[in-house]
């Protein structure tokens, strides 16, 4: 694996995901009703599932949360890439658009303040996890015409994927529960 082709796929997956953020922001303030159907879908598959929960267990369901997210991300380099894409894009989307639901009820220093303290952790796990599932997607394509070995490259990745992600994603999970909303608190 070269320094190179990382480079590239972080490159290529940062500009997807804040290109599809773009895409879900822009959408919900021309049209709100797109922003509040995913926010309703929002509710009801992730955040309706931490209601009323103590910080401890808040962290746990957004760490697993987070980490199927990336671990989806990774894997799904093995449908050439085609469900990274789609998992990345998805998720920028409905970023987006919560964010300018949001943001037509508060201030953007609130929606700074509700996205910063734990996105700075969140959002690198997302597209490290996404680049590796497109060069996973390569690997396969270019093993496929006989130039490469995709299952040691896939190991390559999975070791990446434990360093990295693992660890960024559960220090998201643990400001998300424990700093963001004191944050929040501060801007309210």
């Given at each position: 694996?070269?320094?190179?082709?990382l480079?590239?796929?972080?490159?290529?997956?940062?500009?997807l995901f804040?290109?599809?953020?773009?895409?879900?922001?822009?959408?919900?303030?021309?049209?709100?009703q797109?922003?509040e159907?995913?926010m309703?879908?929002f509710q009801?598959?992730?955040?309706?599932?931490?209601?009323g929960e103590n910080?401890?267990?808040?962290?746990?369901?957004?760490?697993?949360?987070?980490?199927?997210?990336?671990?989806?991300?990774?894997?799904?380099?093995?449908?050439?890439?085609?469900?990274?894409i789609?998992i990345?894009?998805l998720?920028?989307?409905?970023?987006?658009?919560?964010?300018?639901?949001?943001?037509?009820?508060?201030?953007?220093?609130?929606?700074?303040?509700?996205?910063?303290?734990?996105?700075?952790?969140?959002?690198p796990?997302f597209?490290?996890?996404?680049?590796?599932?497109?060069?996973?997607?390569?690997?396969?394509i270019?093993?496929?015409y006989g130039?490469g070995?995709?299952?040691a490259?896939?190991?390559?990745?999975?070791?990446?994927?434990?360093?990295?992600?693992i660890?960024?994603?559960a220090?998201?999970?643990?400001?998300?529960?424990?700093i963001?909303?004191?944050?929040?608190?501060?801007?309210?």
């Amino acid at each position: 694996m070269s320094e190179e082709r990382l480079a590239n796929a972080l490159i290529i997956t940062f500009l997807l995901f804040f290109a599809t953020i773009t895409v879900g922001w822009v959408g919900t303030a021309h049209n709100p009703q797109i922003g509040e159907n995913l926010m309703a879908l929002f509710q009801k598959e992730v955040a309706g599932q931490m209601n009323g929960e103590n910080p401890l267990g808040m962290c746990g369901k957004l760490f697993a949360n987070n980490l199927e997210a990336c671990i989806l991300l990774l894997v799904g380099g093995a449908s050439f890439g085609i469900f990274t894409i789609f998992i990345m894009s998805l998720n920028g989307i409905v970023i987006g658009a919560i964010m300018e639901i949001v943001h037509q009820d508060h201030s953007a220093v609130f929606v700074a303040a509700a996205i910063v303290p734990h996105g700075i952790f969140e959002i690198p796990a997302f597209i490290i996890s996404g680049a590796l599932g497109i060069m996973l997607a390569q690997s396969l394509i270019s093993e496929w015409y006989g130039r490469g070995d995709a299952a040691a490259d896939a190991q390559r990745y999975a070791r990446i994927f434990l360093l990295y992600v693992i660890p960024l994603v559960a220090i998201a999970a643990t400001v998300e529960a424990f700093i963001t909303p004191l944050v929040i608190q501060l801007v309210v």
